[in-house]
């Protein structure tokens, strides 16, 4: 007699199994329905294969795809360590690009100099941009994931000012963006800048300082249990105010590698929503910093393959429609990984328990 | 009749102005003085070899849904146009192209897809550029673009002509003599618009003034409701604009007052108030740059379509006095005929003469428009 | 005490279990289970912690399926696929942590997820459903009042009217008296005994065997998840049902006696509490005008009803709050400010709730157990947190705390509320140089862990450690303390030697020497 049980914990392996069904079925209900909607699936997949992971042009997409990505993934991630959202990712990541941008039109020097400088003003300006939420979080409570939202918006329309207004090409005479700024990231690949191996890099690196530091245990221990970590101790509010500054920090810096290495402008609409696809990608993660590589892979995957497909006259919110599906099939792989069946295992005692 | 601009060095200093800017502002490519690849303008042309029609695949980035009813359903007017007259050829399209890296990847997958040639009917800048750039086999077309390399062009209509044309139906038809314009965002071709309009009402009725509101929307039928009833309410009874819906036509038709709209035949939406349109027609010039294309003989350019070959104004409406009519398509005739009203001295709504007499500004000049004209107030 | 009702012959159990058996992987929860509650009667489980109590009334409410044996219900097999299948055949079940809504109000939490709730309703239709209700079973509530509001001992009325209210036959209540005040036990014994002579069941799970003395009539003993056997309680007595429990009979040990090579009670206090005051965030005095001397090597027991001031007095102890006024000296000096420092001064703290207090439930043993060391070395060095030294740690610990554990990343809500309480009491040991504070140590403890709960603190204050133990248990302060210091209303009415002390005369400290204090006095013994 077996039959199926929950179990309270669900091992890393199982999770993944589980995960990779979930994708599987989202493959094949998304083939489904673009068959039923008279398409050849065959030559659809083919062409997708082809132009994501299928080829270098694919794979150079995917890395650019997935450069903002990781970071504002770990960004999410930093503040879920914490018990906290930071949903201004999309802000930040336009106040990073603003910073950058300022350094690079307005300070002269050579790329070596300069490109540090920006990646420095766009943390900082990144940091700025959290810092109210973070401190209306630590002393007031208040809800950071309303703060951090809403300051999206302000970001948003700042940074169309700044292009449109007093930082506007005055060179060429356009008023929706700035210059064309003088130095950008080298290319390392094709079209690849040296930010999609940084981006790995700090994502290990956030990993290591997550899991290897005592910063990083503090911020585990206050994010799981706000009592243990009062008993304890610990202080509650630096962690906090810390945890988002990184957040912002690291949210800013895609914003710097997207303006120096892909854009080379400053101009409003250039987030691409990568500050909310963050979110996605921390939810993928679950709250594991290395997680956030497969979950950027992933993520990066899904807006190719929309690419692809709006050139094959699908609609772009079909691309939306494929990431709730994962989305949704995820959360049910995850919920199911903790279920196994179960076959008395009578006689064979290892140990007695509650 | 196109007029092509051969490539000179100069283009890439001549920066004329995007339209749908802040849809998400393509940036400009060119910048010559900074980018090397500016370069490429001063190298020959070389023309592209001939394909044949059933191996060839043209591409299509519009920037907003082609239903929009406005410069969307306009360009793929001109696309269907082109599936008639090449019945062999594959065409893609892609809608509501952002301007962001997503353009370039959009415009990459094109590539990576076959495509012969890509199009993309706004201003996508460097977006579209780069690619380009490592596509030399593919012809790309910019619409209100401004770089012109081996293998990538740019077009855009002369919008200001009709406009002039239906501004003196403006001059004609007001009895307050201020006119309101619904306009979108402080850019060039808006200058270039309300300027036209005012400039040929003024050149029939000189007491005429114009008075401007930016929406900062291309499709906002709320904001522009809004800005049309104050533009109303403050006297204004002819109302135009750039907007890519009829909600100020519809202010029109319940205030009782008249209305210019832009890009297609609106007059089912307000039949007694609708005046004319900017009418816009992209299929002659999509044929003739695809069977180019085809040919082998496309080369990249400048260009821009001229009155009655892309751009013109619409059939006037049920309520113009034939009077009105003659006297406006007059100066249609004129400009037909090469002239043009844009002749000196034109001041700037500070009084100080920006254009002397006896000077005419070309349509370059106009395509970079960033002033308004005397009695224009709200813009420039 | 009521008499049960009398049943005839004929009458069938309420509940039978014939041969129930339920694995884990690896692992017999319960093997060969047979047990009958029938009506009328009030049936007592007992069982160390880890005894497959649980488990077994997890299988009897439907939320695990039994691996073997039968389930009969009132002489037919039944088989519970689901919760909501038990709750329909009339077994109702109150779990020891609530499963109640806190933003809710009573009637909408009595009302939640019920078959008979109105489809379309409106507050006062809800409200007054829940009076009838609370009228008709006798456990008065407050159907307007936000569940979040009430105390422990309303929120669990508000637990069995539920359960109640789907027209239960067989209560099942897992540890009810362990938050309650003793006149919330008693009024509760009351309702039960009511519930009970109209012919209903119940089960009780507890640990007290006072209580199980008082209010069961039979008693089943659960060992190593088997039945060891049932008796009629008036054949028990308290010695045997421990004796029982454990398989062996228990020694009570003196603790008082100290070892030979003891540390001797210091001269100097270790923790001086001088006028000190707290005010809560209303303002409210909680602790009133407390002056106290703790000398390492002695035991001080803090004796008084519930939400008298311990929680102020064992937060002030350990750093966690800072008094409102008065001072605080440790070892003579000026006390560090914050918890973290009074822990590296040598205080360790085994607070009330364990789980969210003392622990991250979410979190694997390796991080809990690492808390009070990650920042000295081996595990901390500089930045650094070195998870392996975390690890070996974690071993340790678990090794002296006698817990076995498969593996160390496991959320540690996972354990068992005994072996989480012996892991914190060991992690707090190991730093408690000067002070351990433990509040309400032996809560949710079988008593051979109790037991052994009381040797630690017994050998620690052989080493010369002052040790402070909150309890609402008299028997335990005065079986293990030095002196006992008596709580009420946030004064500390008086400070007694231990030996000399009677139960009576601290009775009616905690009652504030005045009125109720004879009612207090008769609970507690």
């Known amino acids: ?354 | 009749m196109t007029r092509t601009f051969p490539v000179l060095r100069k283009n890439a200093l001549l920066l004329p102005e995007r339209r749908r800017f802040l849809k998400g502002a393509g940036s400009l490519a060119a910048g010559g003085l900074l980018n090397p690849l500016a370069a490429h303008a001063a190298t020959p042309i070389l023309s592209l070899p001939p394909v044949k029609e059933e191996d060839a695949l043209v591409a299509f980035g519009h920037t907003g849904p082609i239903t929009d009813g406005g410069w969307d359903t306009a360009h793929d007017m001109g696309v269907q146009a082109v599936r008639k007259a090449f019945p062999r050829l594959r065409t893609v399209y892609v809608e509501s192209v952002p301007y962001s890296a997503d353009a370039t990847r959009i415009f990459r997958q094109f590539v990576a897809e076959g495509a012969n040639m890509v199009l993309g009917t706004s201003n996508y800048g460097d977006f579209i550029k780069d690619v380009a750039d490592r596509a030399p086999e593919v012809a790309f077309l910019e619409c209100d673009g401004t770089s012109v390399t081996r293998n990538l062009g740019w077009y855009y209509v002369t919008h200001w002509y009709p406009s002039y044309v239906i501004g003196i139906a403006a001059g004609l038809m007001t009895k307050t003599n201020r006119l309101g314009y619904v306009g979108t965002f402080p850019i060039p071709s808006v200058f270039a618009s309300a300027n036209a309009t005012l400039l040929g009402a003024q050149s029939v009725n000189p007491a005429c003034t114009m008075q401007a509101v930016s929406t900062n929307s291309w499709f906002d039928p709320q904001a522009a409701t809004q800005a049309a009833t104050a533009l109303a309410d403050s006297g204004c009874d002819f109302l135009c604009g750039i907007t890519d819906e009829p909600a100020y036509l519809r202010v029109a038709e319940s205030r009782g007052l008249k209305a210019a709209m832009w890009n297609l035949d609106m007059r089912r939406f307000g039949p007694n108030a609708y005046v004319s349109s900017v009418m816009l027609d992209f299929a002659p010039f999509y044929i003739e740059q695809v069977r180019a294309r085809l040919n082998g003989t496309w080369k990249a350019a400048g260009n821009f379509l001229t009155m009655a070959h892309g751009v013109d104004r619409d059939i006037w409406g049920q309520t113009v006095p034939e009077n009105v009519r003659t006297q406006a398509d007059a100066m249609r005739d004129r400009i037909l005929a090469g002239y043009s009203p844009f002749q000196g001295p034109i001041r700037d709504n500070n009084g100080a003469i920006r254009i002397p007499a006896g000077t005419t500004m070309n349509d370059m000049a106009i395509y970079q428009w960033d002033w308004g004209v005397q009695g224009m107030t709200g813009l420039g | 005490m009521a008499d049960p009702v009398k049943q005839g012959n004929g009458t069938p159990p309420v509940l039978q279990l014939l041969g129930v058996s339920k694995y884990f992987p690896g692992v017999i929860a319960n093997e060969d289970v047979n047990l009958d509650v029938r009506p009328g009667e009030i049936l007592g489980l007992l069982g160390e912690n880890g005894a497959g109590k649980s488990t077994l009334m997890n299988v009897v409410t439907g939320i695990y399926q039994a691996d073997a044996g039968e389930i009969i219900l009132d002489g037919y097999g039944a088989e519970f696929a689901t919760p909501q299948d038990a709750i329909r055949a009339g077994i109702g079940m109150v779990h020891q942590h609530f499963k109640l809504v806190p933003a809710f109000t009573v009637a909408e939490n009595i009302h939640l997820g019920w078959s008979e709730t109105p489809k379309r309703t409106s507050r006062a239709v809800l409200e007054a459903r829940t009076r009838e209700l609370s009228e008709r079973f006798g456990f008065p509530v407050d159907p307007a009042a936000r569940v979040e509001t009430l105390s422990a001992g309303e929120q669990q009325r508000v637990e069995i009217l539920r359960v109640l209210s789907r027209e239960a036959r067989l209560l099942i209540l897992d540890e009810p008296t362990a938050v309650l005040t003793p006149q919330e036990t008693r009024e509760l014994f009351t309702a039960l005994r009511a519930f009970r002579a109209k012919g209903n069941a119940v089960i009780i799970i507890s640990h007290k065997l006072d209580e199980v003395m008082e209010i069961t009539d039979r008693v089943t003993v659960l060992r190593a998840g088997r039945n060891v056997g049932t008796w009629a309680t008036a054949d028990c007595s308290p010695n045997m049902l421990a004796a029982t429990m454990v398989g062996h009979d228990i020694q009570r040990q003196d603790l008082h006696a100290r070892s030979g090579d003891a540390a001797p009670v210091s001269t100097a206090p270790v923790i001086s509490l001088r006028d000190v005051t707290v005010r809560n965030d209303q303002n409210v005095v909680t602790l009133s005008d407390v002056t106290l001397d703790i000398f390492g090597g002695e035991i001080f027991g803090v004796a008084g009803v519930a939400g008298n001031g311990q929680r102020e007095l064992t937060e002030i102890l350990t750093g966690l709050i800072t008094p409102s006024a008065g001072t605080i000296l440790l070892d003579g000096q000026a006390a560090p400010s914050g918890a973290a420092a009074f822990a590296k001064a040598g205080v360790g703290h085994i607070p009330q709730d364990r789980l969210n207090s003392a622990l991250a439930p979410s979190l694997g043993i390796t991080d809990n157990m690492a808390v009070r060391e990650y920042d000295r070395a081996p595990i901390g060095s500089g930045v650094l947190y070195r998870a392996t030294e975390a690890h070996a740690l974690a071993e340790t610990i678990a090794e002296v705390a006698d817990v076995t554990i498969p593996d160390f990343s496991m959320p540690v809500r996972n354990l068992s509320g005994g072996n989480q309480q012996r892991l914190v009491a060991r992690r707090e040991m190991r730093i408690a140089r000067r002070l351990l504070v433990a509040a309400y140590p032996s809560r949710g403890l079988d008593i051979g862990a109790i037991a052994s709960m009381h040797r630690y603190f017994a050998s620690l204050r052989d080493e010369g450690v002052a040790v402070v133990i909150v309890s609402e248990d008299l028997g335990e302060l005065l079986g293990l303390s030095d002196r006992i210091g008596v709580l009420c209303g946030g004064r500390m009415m008086a400070v007694l030697d231990s030996i000399t002390a009677d139960s009576e005369e601290i009775g009616l400290l905690m009652g504030g020497r005045t009125s109720g204090a004879s009612v207090q006095t008769e609970a507690l013994t």
């Open chain 1, 1 to 354: 007699m077996s039959r199926f049980q929950r179990f309270p914990t669900a091992p890393a392996r199982r999770i993944l199994v589980c995960r990779a069904i979930a994708i599987l079925v989202s493959v094949i209900v998304v083939s489904l329905l673009l068959a039923m909607s008279g398409r050849n699936v065959g030559e659809l997949a083919h062409l997708v294969l082809t132009s994501t992971i299928g080829s270098r042009f694919g794979l150079e997409d995917l890395a650019l795809f997935m450069t903002p990505l990781l970071l504002t993934g770990g960004a999410v991630t930093v503040t879920r360590r914490m018990g906290l959202w930071n949903i201004g990712g999309e802000g930040q990541f336009y106040l990073g690009a603003a910073g950058a941008a300022g350094v690079g039109l307005f300070i002269h020097g050579p790329a070596i100099l300069i490109l540090p400088l920006m990646a420095l003003a766009a943390m900082l300006c990144g940091m700025i941009w959290i810092l109210l939420p973070a401190l209306a979080r630590a002393f007031a409570d208040v809800n950071e994931i309303i703060t951090t939202l809403l300051l999206n918006f302000v970001a948003g329309l700042l940074v169309y000012w700044l292009a449109t207004g007093p930082w506007r090409d005055r060179v060429t005479g356009a008023l929706a963006s700035t210059e064309r700024l003088p130095v950008s990231i080298p290319d390392l690949w094709g079209v690849v800048h040296w930010g999609f191996p940084l981006a790995l890099l700090i994502v290990g690196g956030l990993a290591a300082i997550m899991s290897s530091t005592r910063w990083g245990y503090e911020v585990r221990i206050s994010g799981a249990s706000a009592g243990m970590a009062r008993y304890a101790g610990m202080p509650v509010r630096v962690r906090i105010i810390s945890a988002m500054l990184l957040s912002g920090a690291l949210a800013a810096l895609a914003g710097m590698f997207e303006v120096a290495g892909t854009v080379h402008r400053l101009q409003g609409g250039m987030a691409d929503n990568f500050g909310y696809l963050g979110i996605v990608v921390a939810v993928l993660a679950r709250g594991s910093c290395l997680a956030v590589i497969p979950a950027a892979f992933l993520m990066a995957l899904i807006l190719d393959v929309g690419i692809v497909l709006q050139t094959q006259q699908v609609a772009a919110t079909v691309v939306l429609a494929i990431t709730g599906l994962v989305l949704l099939l995820v959360a049910i792989a995850d919920e199911c990984a903790h279920y196994r069946v179960v076959t008395p295992a009578t006689g064979r005692t290892v140990r007695k328990a509650s």
